[in-house]
Antibody, heavy 119, light 108 residues
Framework: EVQLVESGGGLVQPGGSLRLSCAAS????????MHWVRQVPGKGLVWVSR????????LYADSVKGRFTISRDNAKNTLYLQMNSLRVEDTAVYYC????????????WGQGALVTVSS | EIVLTQSPATLSLSPGERATLSCGAS???????LAWYQQKPGLAPRLLIY???IRATGIPDRFSGSGSGTDFTLTISSLEPEDFAVYHC?????????FGQGTKVEIK
């Protein structure tokens, strides 16, 4: 069974940093592109970042470019999101999601990690 | 960036009724690269439909997707109690993935 489990969320002050982790199991992690998607509670989903299977290609949404860094450790089956210079508007539930091996849709999602940026 | 607009924002229906949800794109979504997800409160989204009309594994056939270009539709032929949720559309035809703002299907 495919499982994605996020951790590392919490409360942080504006300007602070946080690192999210997404532990994958039940599939060959190194073969899949992985994404981060966030959602302000009660609002829509917003794509944040993606990394291809070997880590050689990365994209970010403009809203996080220069502040967030996506990375992965295929030996540990784990995806990361390093979030620096956090803003109040970064407050959201952050999901890691697996891109399907056949196309650009997301066929598996983690349960989400809540990040709250507040003073 | 392709902007997706979902309508209506909220759909109030009774179990057994037909639900029709729309997703409009600001520019053509090539190769019908559009997916639909269902999300229940406190849970992660679940893939329903990909490539505009293909049901994901395990999805009941009361869910169907259609459309191309800039207009897409998710239809639930007869609502079951477990179908009351929020539905999101997503395009993946460009390298900047975007989602609609969601349609909430609530019990009337």
């Amino acid at each position: 069974e495919v499982q994605l489990v996020e951790s590392g969320g919490g409360l942080v002050q504006p300007g602070g940093s946080l690192r999210l982790s997404c532990a994958a199991s039940g599939f060959t992690f190194r073969s899949y592109w992985m994404h981060w998607v966030r959602q302000v509670p009660g609002k829509g989903l917003v794509w944040v970042s993606r990394m291809n299977s070997d880590g050689s290609s990365i994209l970010y949404a403009d809203s996080v470019k220069g502040r967030f860094t996506i990375s992965r450790d295929n030996a540990k089956n784990t995806l990361y999101l390093q979030m620096n210079s956090l803003r109040v508007e970064d407050t959201a539930v952050y999901y890691c999601a697996r891109r399907s091996g056949s196309g650009g849709w997301f066929d598996s999602w983690g349960q989400g990690a809540l990040v709250t940026v507040s003073s | 960036e392709i902007v997706l607009t979902q309508s209506p924002a909220t759909l109030s229906l009774s179990p057994g009724e037909r639900a029709t949800l729309s997703c409009g794109a600001s520019q053509s979504v090539s190769n019908r690269c559009l997916a639909w997800y269902q999300q229940k409160p406190g849970l992660a989204p679940r893939l329903l439909i990909y490539d505009a009309s293909i049901r994901a594994t395990g999805i009941p056939d009361r869910f169907s997707g259609s459309g191309s270009g800039t207009d897409f539709t998710l239809t639930i032929s007869s609502l079951e109690p477990e179908d009351f949720a929020v539905y999101h559309c997503q395009q993946y035809s460009t390298s900047l993935w975007t989602f609609g703002q969601g349609t909430k299907v609530e019990i009337k």
